[in-house]
């Protein structure tokens, strides 16, 4: 079975511009959850998305969006990029979301703000 | 405090055993999480607790739960060189409808041959 894939791996974009972050999850899964991963805040949840709806969101505003599709792949935006967003942004999959045990992790997408 | 605490380094020798500890807050939380992170990679789950398990062993690696102090622990027997690497403790919480996991800042592990 394949893993959770991520595209693209890296991303560098400038202040101001808009990104865009893609996620498939493991074939079967149909709960996504995105985290961003920084060294001075850690690793901070941003959303969760259940069978195309968002079941909760973190603390991040509103510049952060996302969205899920039929066939479970996720996208995130972040729009009006800062450069305090540049973060590895890592993606979960696990197959029912709040009831189920596992989450596993794609290897991230690197997105560099200048 | 609401966060997940770590120590951040440990070094040890090849052959010996790890010990790392993590103390989580949320006393409601289900289920405890150790992953593993190296180099420009995602995170690897190694494995995770029930809350209402104090042990759980898988080949070298064996999760310790003190539920009375919010304390758990990951015990990596045989420490080999590939096991250097940044290790994450996370709870799983309640969040609005669904949930999310709540991270450590990470211990790194350096393993000297």
């Known amino acids: 079975k394949a893993g959770v894939t991520q595209t693209p791996r890296y991303l560098i974009k400038t202040r101001g511009q808009q990104v865009t972050l893609s996620c498939s999850p493991i074939?079967?899964?149909?709960?996504v959850s995105w985290y961003q991963q920084t060294p001075g805040q850690g690793l901070q949840f941003l959303f969760e998305y259940f069978s195309e709806t968002q079941r909760n969101k973190g603390n991040f505003p509103g510049r952060f969006s996302g969205r899920q599709f039929s066939n479970s792949r996720s996208e995130m935006n972040v729009s009006t990029l800062e450069l305090g967003d540049s973060a590895l942004y890592l993606c979960a999959s696990s197959s029912r979301g709040a009831g189920d045990n596992e989450q596993f992790f794609g290897p991230g997408t690197r997105l560099t703000v200048l | 405090g609401e966060d997940v605490e770590q120590s951040l380094f440990l070094s040890v020798r090849e052959g010996d055993s790890s010990v790392i500890n993590c103390t989580y807050t949320d006393s409601s939380s289900t289920y405890l999480y150790w992953y593993k992170q190296e180099p420009g990679a995602g995170l690897q789950l190694l494995t995770y607790i029930f809350s209402n398990m104090d042990m759980k062993q898988d080949q070298r690696l064996t999760v310790l739960l003190n539920k009375k102090d919010k304390h758990l622990s990951l015990r990596i027997a045989d420490t080999q060189t590939g096991d250097s690497a940044i290790y994450f403790c996370?709870?799983?919480?309640?969040?609005?409808?669904?949930?999310?996991?709540?991270f450590g800042k990470g211990t790194t592990l350096s393993v000297s041959s």
């Open positions: 996370a709870e799983k919480r309640t969040v609005q409808a669904g949930t999310a996991l709540i």
């Open positions: 074939s079967g899964h149909r709960s």
